[in-house]
C-alpha cells in the first residue's frame, strides 16, 4: 500500500495467557486442555449444568498476584468477579465469569509500556470446524484460568508492540505461570489500532483479533495502519470494528461490528462472595516476594556484567534450560570471568545446536566437564577445532575431556623442537607450495599451515606453529 506518513498510529495491547494450575479456575477439573482426549476433564461446573457453583482458584489469583508485583502493578484489596453476557456455542452459560470493575491489578509498566490493568477470566471451550460435517466441540479448555492483560495506547509502531508481546511471554515463563506457547493458544495478542493527524486525538479504533505468533502481531498492525492511513487519505471513514488477520495473505479482514462494554451487560456474579487480598496470608505482598524468581530485567544486566553480548543474552534468556545450565556452569568455582564468555560463546551455539532436534539431552552434559573443556581451551591446552570434536562427547561419556584428550593424544603440542620437525618435514614435502610463497604468494603460507596441523592432528599451536614456520621459510 502506497501511504502518506503524516499520521501518528495508537497501539493498545490485549494479551490473555493461560495459567498453569493444577484445575480449572472454578472447578477441581483437572487444568490439561491439549494434552487429552476431548472432553475429558469436565464435570457439571464448566460444562454450566443449572444450579451448580463456580469456587475461585486460589492458586490462579496467587499468580495473577505475582505478575503484579513483578510489574510493579497496584494490588486491589476489594476484587469481584463479574458476569460478561454473549453468546457462542463454545460457552455454553452464555456469559463468561471474567472482571469489571474490580481487577486484581491496575496499572505497572513492562518494557517501557504503561499497563491499564490485568485480571482473572475463565477461558471458553475449543470450537473446531475442520473435522468434517458440522463443528465440534471440546470442553477440555472451558475452565481454564485466563489472565488478561490491557496495556495503555502507548505504543506507536509495530516493533515496540512485538517487543512487549515478547517480553511479556519471557516473564510468564520465568514467573512459572504460563507457558504461553502463541502456536498452541495458550497466549494470545489482540492489537487496538487506530490512526489520527491529530497527536492529541485518537482515531476510530479497530481491534484485531486472536494474533498467535509474534510475526503476525507485527504484520498485522502494519497493514492495518497503512490501510486505515490509504482509506483516510481516500476520503473514507474507518469504521470501529473486529478485524481477523489473514496469515495466508498478510491482510486483515472484516469480522463483525465492535461490541463495547455496554454490549456485555457487566454484572456481578451473585454466587462469588468479594474477595478481600489483604486478608488472605497466601496472597501477602512478602509471601509473593519470598516466591519471586530473578526476572529478566535483573539477569539483562548481571550477564551484560560478566561480558555477555546482547545476543547472547537474549538467546540465554529465551532458552530456560540454557539459562539454568549457564547459572549452574557461573556458580562453579573455577570458572573465571574470562572463560565466563567462552562458556556463554559454546551454549549460545554449538551447544544449542546439539540439544536441538537431536536425541541429546542437555541434563547429561556435566557441568564440570563442560567447564573443564572450557578452560582448557581457554588455557590453549587444545585448539577450537578439537573443543568441538570433544564436546559431543561428553553428552555419553563418563570420563572428563581432560581424560579423553589425554588417552587419544589430542592436547595441544607447544614444544619447539616437536614442531620444528614437522615444519622441516613440510618444508621437503612442498617444495612447489613453499616456492610459490617465496615468489610472494602469501595464500600458500595458509596452505603450509593446513599441512603441518594436518600431521599433528590439529595438536600444535597453532600460534608457535606459524612463527616457526615462517622463520623456517626466510
Known amino acids: 500500500m502506497n501511504v502518506i506518513m503524516t499520521y501518528v498510529p495508537t497501539i493498545g495491547l490485549e494479551v490473555h495467557a493461560e495459567l498453569k494450575t493444577k484445575s480449572k479456575m472454578f472447578c477441581g477439573c483437572k487444568n490439561d486442555p491439549h494434552n487429552t482426549a476431548p472432553n475429558t476433564h469436565t464435570c457439571p461446573v464448566c460444562l454450566a449444568h443449572p444450579g451448580t457453583l463456580p469456587v475461585p482458584n486460589e492458586q490462579a489469583i496467587e499468580m495473577v498476584l505475582l505478575f503484579g508485583q513483578a510489574v510493579s502493578a497496584t494490588v486491589a484489596t476489594y476484587s469481584e468477579f463479574d458476569r460478561k453476557n454473549y453468546f457462542y456455542p463454545d460457552i455454553p452459560k452464555a456469559y463468561q465469569i471474567s472482571q469489571y470493575a474490580f481487577p486484581f491489578l491496575s496499572g505497572g509498566n513492562l518494557k517501557g509500556v504503561a499497563l491499564t490493568r490485568v485480571h482473572l477470566e475463565e477461558d471458553t471451550a475449543r470450537s473446531q470446524h475442520d473435522k468434517g460435517e458440522g463443528s465440534l466441540v471440546d470442553f477440555n479448555r472451558a475452565g481454564v484460568p485466563l489472565m488478561e492483560l490491557v496495556t495503555e495506547p502507548v505504543i506507536h509502531d509495530a516493533k515496540t508492540a512485538g517487543d ?55 504484520a498485522a498492525i502494519e497493514f492495518e495502519i497503512a490501510r486505515q492511513i490509504e482509506l483516510l487519505e481516500q476520503g473514507g471513514v474507518v469504521s470501529q470494528e473486529t478485524r481477523g488477520w489473514d496469515e495466508n495473505n498478510n491482510r486483515t479482514f472484516t469480522q463483525r461490528s ?117 578452560i582448557m581451551l581457554s588455557e590453549g591446552k587444545i585448539n ?56 610472494g604468494k602469501e595464500a600458500s603460507l595458509q596452505y603450509l599451515i593446513g599441512q603441518a596441523m594436518k600431521k599433528t592432528m590439529g595438536t600444535a599451536n597453532p600460534a608457535v606453529l606459524k612463527e616457526l614456520l615462517i622463520q623456517s621459510l626466510k
Not at 517480553?167 to 489520527?196: K, P, Y
Not at 539454568?324 to 556463554?344: E, G, I, N
Not at 561428553?394 to 614444544?415: E, H, K, M, N, W
Open 164 to 218: 512487549f508481546a515478547r517480553e511479556l511471554q519471557l516473564l510468564l515463563r520465568t514467573l512459572g505461570i504460563s507457558d504461553a506457547n502463541m502456536e498452541r493458544g495458550e497466549m494470545r495478542v489482540e492489537a487496538n489500532i487506530s490512526v489520527s493527524k491529530n497527536p492529541e486525538q485518537f482515531g476510530t479504533k479497530v481491534e484485531v483479533k486472536n494474533l498467535n505468533s509474534f510475526r503476525s502481531v507485527e
Open 258 to 374: 465492535k461490541e463495547t462494554a455496554k454490549d456485555y451487560r457487566y454484572f456481578p456474579d451473585p454466587d462469588i462472595p468479594k474477595i478481600d487480598t489483604s486478608k488472605h496470608e497466601a496472597f501477602a505482598a512478602h509471601r509473593l516476594a519470598e516466591k519471586m524468581p530473578k526476572l529478566p530485567e535483573n539477569k539483562r544486566l548481571e550477564y551484560k556484567n560478566l561480558g555477555l553480548t546482547s545476543e547472547q543474552i537474549e538467546v540465554i534468556l529465551n532458552q530456560s534450560e540454557i539459562d539454568s545450565y549457564f547459572a549452574s556452569v557461573v556458580q562453579l568455582p573455577l570458572c573465571t570471568s574470562d572463560v565466563v564468555r567462552l562458556v556463554a560463546n559454546y551454549l549460545t551455539s554449538d551447544v544449542l545446536s546439539l540439544t536441538q532436534g537431536n536425541d541429546l539431552k542437555l541434563e547429561a552434559l556435566n557441568p564440570a566437564h563442560f567447564l573443564e573443556l572450557m
Open 384 to 439: 577450537s577445532r578439537i573443543a568441538k570434536d570433544l564436546l559431543p562427547e561428553l553428552f555419553i561419556a563418563t570420563d572428563g575431556p581432560l581424560a579423553l584428550a589425554s588417552a587419544r593424544g589430542l592436547l595441544q603440542v607447544s614444544d619447539t623442537a616437536a614442531i620444528q620437525k614437522i615444519i622441516d618435514e613440510i618444508i621437503s614435502e612442498q617444495v612447489t607450495v613453499v616456492a610459490e610463497y617465496k615468489a
